[in-house]
């Protein structure tokens, strides 16, 4: 990537951000219940997945037709939903699998080995495969999507990733760096959106938070077909991404548990639990505690991030690594809700 892309897109970003704030295109709108954790300013902005999506658009190349597709079809899916247009969660979720049906399909994506007989013996059947795969996109897109109501936490939590590839890809000659331009894009792209992000002026969105996850979840399993020949643990992919997966998985289960409308938004997901009782506690002053809450959930990932990238072949570790930031995860939320819960 040269300078001249570098200007490039930090100019498409500010053209949309200030074009946006003047028209008021997605501006003091009305925020979904998992996002209102976000309006610590009066009127954040969401552009994240119009800025995307037009660096997408003009800076991938041709070869990835089907990919840049589908992310202009994802983000129109969230944008619906940011304009309140398509309200349902129901009808969003049913498009969203029509379209990852589709794009899974035609472009031949499979996660094929989880390094266990028995279970790749299952996946070899198309239909399981294509369900699985299916299946592990959407977690990751809603999942990620419930992190956007804090201030540069999804934006943060993805640019982790993308620099732990950075430094697989870099420091391992035998690794096939597959669509390196654009991720180099996409980390350049999140870089200058992080910026605002963090102070509370611009959101994803959940056209945004779909079109990342989308392509993140996309990016990686290309990367370990690519790299099939060298010895690089599918379970890099689910250690990195384990954090807004389970985030979702979690909320489901709770729902269930609870007897709850599984497609109803609320404030009970463990970055808002966080924020609470942070506030709860007054540790921090109102006007920091939305990017502060972001900072130490980001923080606490970080390790993860690390070992994973240090381990990338290492299955064992990995898993292991999932298991306990599985079991942290729930000694932290319940914790968390059994105080506020004290304190209400």
């Given at each position: 990537?040269?300078?001249?892309?570098?200007?490039?897109?930090?100019?498409?970003?500010?053209?949309?951000?200030?074009?946006?704030?003047?028209?008021?295109?997605?501006?003091?709108?009305?925020?979904?219940?998992?996002?209102?954790?976000?309006?610590?300013?009066?009127?954040?902005?969401?552009?994240?997945?119009?800025?995307?999506?037009?660096?997408?658009?003009?800076?991938?190349?041709?070869?990835?037709?089907?990919?840049?597709?589908?992310?202009?079809?994802?983000?129109?899916?969230?944008?619906?939903?940011?304009?309140?247009?398509?309200?349902?969660?129901?009808?969003?979720?049913?498009?969203?699998?029509?379209?990852?049906?589709?794009?899974?399909?035609?472009?031949?994506?499979?996660?094929?080995?989880?390094?266990?007989?028995?279970?790749?013996?299952?996946?070899?059947?198309?239909?399981?495969?294509?369900?699985?795969?299916?299946?592990?996109?959407?977690?990751?897109?809603?999942?990620?999507?419930?992190?956007d109501g804090l201030n540069g936490l999804l934006s943060g939590y993805y640019l982790m990733i993308i620099l732990s590839i950075f430094?697989?890809?870099?420091?391992n000659n035998d690794i096939i760096f597959v669509h390196k331009d654009e991720l180099k894009i996409i980390f350049v792209s999140l870089?200058?959106?992080?910026?605002?992000?963090?102070?509370?002026?611009?959101?994803?969105?959940?056209?945004?938070?779909?079109?990342?996850?989308?392509?993140?979840?996309?990016?990686?399993?290309?990367?370990?077909?690519?790299?099939?020949?060298?010895?690089?643990?599918?379970?890099?992919?689910?250690?990195?991404?384990?954090?807004?997966?389970?985030?979702?998985?979690?909320?489901?289960?709770?729902?269930?548990?609870?007897?709850?409308?599984?497609?109803?938004?609320?404030?009970?997901?463990?970055?808002?639990?966080?924020?609470?009782?942070?506030?709860?506690?007054?540790?921090?002053?109102?006007?920091?505690?939305?990017?502060?809450?972001?900072?130490?959930?980001?923080?606490?990932?970080?390790?993860?991030?690390?070992?994973?990238?240090?381990?990338?072949?290492?299955?064992?570790?990995?898993?292991?690594?999932?298991?306990?930031?599985?079991?942290?995860?729930?000694?932290?939320?319940?914790?968390?809700?059994?105080?506020?819960?004290?304190?209400?």
């Amino acid at each position: 990537m040269n300078i001249i892309s570098l200007f490039l897109i930090l100019t498409i970003f500010l053209f949309t951000y200030y074009l946006l704030k003047k028209i008021n295109f997605l501006d003091e709108i009305k925020y979904s219940t998992h996002k209102k954790f976000g309006e610590t300013n009066k009127s954040p902005i969401i552009i994240g997945g119009i800025f995307l999506t037009i660096v997408v658009l003009f800076f991938f190349s041709n070869n990835l037709i089907n990919l840049k597709i589908v992310l202009l079809l994802i983000f129109l899916l969230g944008l619906l939903s940011d304009k309140n247009i398509l309200p349902s969660p129901k009808i969003r979720i049913v498009i969203q699998l029509i379209i990852l049906f589709v794009f899974v399909l035609f472009s031949d994506l499979k996660i094929d080995n989880l390094e266990n007989d028995y279970l790749n013996n299952i996946l070899k059947n198309n239909s399981v495969n294509l369900f699985f795969t299916i299946f592990c996109f959407a977690v990751l897109i809603n999942g990620s999507n419930f992190l956007d109501g804090l201030n540069g936490l999804l934006s943060g939590y993805y640019l982790m990733i993308i620099l732990s590839i950075f430094y697989i890809c870099y420091n391992n000659n035998d690794i096939i760096f597959v669509h390196k331009d654009e991720l180099k894009i996409i980390f350049v792209s999140l870089l200058f959106f992080y910026f605002f992000n963090i102070f509370g002026k611009v959101y994803l969105g959940d056209g945004g938070s779909y079109l990342i996850a989308t392509f993140i979840g996309f990016y990686l399993i290309e990367f370990i077909l690519s790299n099939s020949y060298t010895h690089i643990s599918p379970y890099y992919i689910a250690s990195i991404l384990w954090y807004p997966a389970f985030e979702n998985l979690f909320s489901l289960s709770r729902r269930i548990s609870k007897k709850k409308n599984v497609s109803s938004p609320d404030n009970e997901h463990l970055h808002q639990m966080i924020f609470l009782f942070i506030k709860s506690k007054s540790l921090i002053n109102g006007k920091y505690l939305n990017t502060v809450s972001s900072f130490i959930i980001l923080v606490a990932n970080l390790p993860t991030v690390i070992f994973s990238t240090k381990m990338y072949f290492n299955s064992q570790i990995l898993v292991s690594i999932i298991i306990t930031n599985m079991f942290f995860y729930l000694l932290i939320y319940f914790f968390i809700s059994k105080n506020l819960k004290i304190r209400k």
